[in-house]
């Protein structure tokens, strides 16, 4: 089977997608679709940066500097997303394919890329919600309505418990959700350790995610 990848019908239909994917002999637009994730990627992150958001720590410099250098310090910032842009894709779609592939029998490697190719998109898209809830409702991102964020802020006081728990949302239990059926359609391994392997993965993302919040990464870039 030769069929072209077609990642949007894998979020419409990820129970025949997997499917498919599964049968497929030759991987056909696999190197298109990654470099429009990547790309999709770039002008997400710096979309969101145009609106000024996770500005706050240069914004703090405004009266400090000059127009020139202030205009140069927001160009490096941009420059500094879209390259955290790309970043943020290869990671999200090599580093866990390569966890879940160590427990594949029969899985094929850049098969499982494709399964990460889909968890990207999903989070692309609850990136998108942050423009709305940040200029109309000032909301951070881990006081999405959408996570646990909200909840956390209420029951404690400590940052990164609440990065954390900001970054459980809806949008994890649909990537769930298609890890889930990637996994158990590609690798041919139990329930169990299925489950097992996509939690503590994406419990570990979620530790660097609300590390790198901790301390405050913005102003690293």
């Known amino acids: 089977m030769q069929n072209k990848v077609k990642l949007l019908k894998g979020l419409k239909q990820p129970s025949y997608f997997f499917y498919q994917l599964k049968e497929m002999e030759i991987l056909r637009g696999y190197r298109q679709n990654i470099s429009i994730l990547f790309l999709l990627s770039v002008i997400i992150f710096g979309l969101i940066s145009s609106f000024g958001i996770g500005m706050d720590p240069l914004s703090k410099e405004i009266s400090a500097l000059s127009p020139t250098a202030f205009e140069l310090e927001k160009s490096m910032f941009l420059l500094g997303r879209i390259i955290l842009g790309l970043l943020y894709a290869a990671i999200i779609l090599f580093v866990p394919a390569l966890v879940f592939w160590t427990i594949s029998e029969e899985g094929e490697y850049r098969k499982l890329v494709i399964v990460q190719g889909l968890v990207l998109l999903i989070l692309l898209l609850e990136r998108l919600t ?9 909301l951070d991102w881990f006081s999405s309505p959408f996570s646990l964020g909200v909840i956390a802020q209420y029951i404690t006081e400590n940052p990164w418990v609440i990065y954390f728990l900001g970054s459980f949302s809806l949008f994890k239990i649909w990537i769930f959700f ?44």
């Open 130 to 138: 942050y423009i709305p809830l940040s200029l109309f409702l000032s």
């Open 178 to 221: 298609i890890q889930y059926k990637g996994l158990k359609k590609l690798t041919a391994q139990k329930n169990w350790l299925i489950w097992l392997v996509i939690l503590l993965t994406n419990l570990f993302f979620w530790a660097i995610t609300a590390f790198l919040a901790y301390i405050d990464f913005s102003t690293l870039i």
